[in-house]
């Protein structure tokens, strides 16, 4: 249960390293030849320094190496669709109640993972309280050395009898003061909220510029029903899509308040107000 799932990761690693060197000679192509291989100060073509039986040894190490990992690129999708299939197959017969396994390890273990039942737990404590008296009776030597050993071994058997518990309680005591120092350091490193700004205020209409007529869905600009109502952003005034359009290419500003403004600033409305 313990060492196949690590030769597992072991073989997931080999193969995403390996597939990682395949992605990036298909992308930047192969790196075996290096600049360090080729002999650029030897003279006559006789090498500068010779390679002994070290460097032949390395290079064979060197294939066998990548030999395994080849074997292993093309191998471990095959195992790992096997172990998760076989994984699934008993997990379902499980649930089916066909088999009284739930995994591979458990399966080849003989080992049957249940629920205890009140009078297996009472055979249990039983089993255990006779083991600790004959563990008493044979303590040996004075009264005192005895009365010393029998103290000890009920420390030790009352640490046993709670430890689950206490690790529990450790555990949940841990989290919560994790959960507090936390929440305490985000209260102290948190910034300080404040209330949103006001709007501004909306703009002026020009004395130079085009009045605004008394009902808000008619266009400033031709009079009549607005047609695709279109806004310019840097005043917020609704007008006609073609004519503040044309209105922006000529003047580059808007008719009613002249700020400046391009047709990039002027934003389609699909409900007019």
């Given at each position: 249960?313990?060492?196949?799932?690590?030769?597992?990761?072991?073989?997931?690693?080999?193969?995403?390293?390996?597939?990682?060197?395949?992605?990036?000679?298909?992308?930047?192509?192969?790196?075996?030849?290096?600049?360090?291989?080729?002999?650029?100060?030897?003279?006559?073509g006789n090498p500068l320094f010779s390679r002994g039986g070290t460097?032949?040894?390395?290079?064979?190490?060197?294939?066998?190496?990548?030999?395994?990992?080849?074997?292993?690129?093309?191998?471990?999708?095959w195992l790992h669709a096997s172990c998760e299939g076989l994984s699934f197959t008993y997990q379902l017969?499980?649930?089916?109640?066909?088999?009284?396994?739930?995994?591979?390890?458990?399966?080849?273990?003989?080992i049957h993972v249940c629920r205890a039942t009140g009078q297996e737990l009472m055979d249990n404590s039983s089993r255990i309280s006779k083991i600790r008296s004959r563990e008493r009776e044979r303590l040996l030597g004075p009264l005192w050395l005895k009365k010393l050993q029998g103290a000890l071994l009920s420390c030790?058997?009352?640490?046993?009898?709670?430890?689950?518990?206490?690790?529990i309680a450790a555990v949940f005591f841990f989290k919560m003061m994790e959960w507090w120092y936390q929440s305490a350091e985000e209260r102290m490193s948190a910034p300080t909220?404040?209330?949103?700004?006001p709007p501004p205020p909306p703009p002026?209409?020009?004395?130079?510029?085009?009045p605004l007529p008394p009902d808000r869905t008619i266009c400033p600009l031709c009079s009549q029903k607005r047609a695709n109502p279109s806004v310019v952003t840097v005043s917020g005034f609704v007008f006609c899509y073609a004519c503040i359009f044309k209105y922006v290419s000529q003047y580059k500003r808007c008719p009613v308040t002249l700020m400046p403004a391009t047709v990039e600033q002027i934003r389609r409305l699909f409900h007019d107000m």
């Amino acid at each position: 249960m313990v060492v196949l799932p690590y030769f597992k990761s072991k073989l997931h690693s080999v193969y995403n390293k390996e597939r990682e060197a395949r992605l990036q000679a298909s992308l930047w192509g192969p790196t075996d030849e290096r600049f360090d291989d080729v002999d650029y100060f030897g003279g006559g073509g006789n090498p500068l320094f010779s390679r002994g039986g070290t460097d032949a040894e390395t290079s064979v190490r060197t294939s066998l190496t990548k030999k395994i990992q080849k074997i292993i690129f093309a191998c471990y999708p095959w195992l790992h669709a096997s172990c998760e299939g076989l994984s699934f197959t008993y997990q379902l017969l499980y649930l089916l109640d066909a088999t009284g396994f739930y995994s591979v390890g458990l399966h080849a273990l003989g080992i049957h993972v249940c629920r205890a039942t009140g009078q297996e737990l009472m055979d249990n404590s039983s089993r255990i309280s006779k083991i600790r008296s004959r563990e008493r009776e044979r303590l040996l030597g004075p009264l005192w050395l005895k009365k010393l050993q029998g103290a000890l071994l009920s420390c030790a058997y009352t640490m046993l009898d709670y430890a689950q518990t206490g690790l529990i309680a450790a555990v949940f005591f841990f989290k919560m003061m994790e959960w507090w120092y936390q929440s305490a350091e985000e209260r102290m490193s948190a910034p300080t909220v404040y209330p949103p700004p006001p709007p501004p205020p909306p703009p002026k209409v020009a004395k130079e510029g085009i009045p605004l007529p008394p009902d808000r869905t008619i266009c400033p600009l031709c009079s009549q029903k607005r047609a695709n109502p279109s806004v310019v952003t840097v005043s917020g005034f609704v007008f006609c899509y073609a004519c503040i359009f044309k209105y922006v290419s000529q003047y580059k500003r808007c008719p009613v308040t002249l700020m400046p403004a391009t047709v990039e600033q002027i934003r389609r409305l699909f409900h007019d107000m």
